[in-house]
């Protein structure tokens, strides 16, 4: 059974910085792709960054310069290092894999993140 566990949301004021991350209850390397992607209230579920099994990386624009993507592969976890956040960063925040056999994706749960004075 494939579980995907995010942690680390929470609310922090405009400028500052949060590190998600993303469990995983098999081996990471299992997995050809995994991302972050996020949804503000009432808007789609929108790509933040992804990141590949050898560990390219891609961001959509906005979030270029801001956020960063890794893995550590040991650890079976991804993060997603987030600077200089605005408010309107303020979504729930969901880690994403692909499996490597199959291309089943799998969610997480979500966690929160809220950008306010």
């Known amino acids: 059974q494939v579980q995907l566990v995010e942690s680390g949301g929470g609310l922090v004021q405009p400028g500052g910085s949060l590190t998600l991350s993303c469990a995983t209850s098999?081996?990471?390397?299992?997995?050809?792709?995994m991302g972050w992607y996020r949804q503000a209230p009432g808007n789609e579920r929108d790509l933040v960054a992804t990141i590949s099994n050898s560990g390219s990386t891609n961001y959509a624009d906005a979030m270029k310069g801001r956020f960063t993507i890794s893995k550590d592969n040991a650890k079976n976890t991804m993060y997603l290092q987030m600077n200089s956040l605005k408010p309107e960063d303020t979504a729930v925040y969901y880690c994403n894999a692909e499996y490597l056999l199959g291309g089943r994706r799998y969610w997480g749960q979500g966690t929160q993140v809220t950008v306010s004075s």
């Open positions: 098999v081996s990471i390397l299992s997995f050809r792709t």
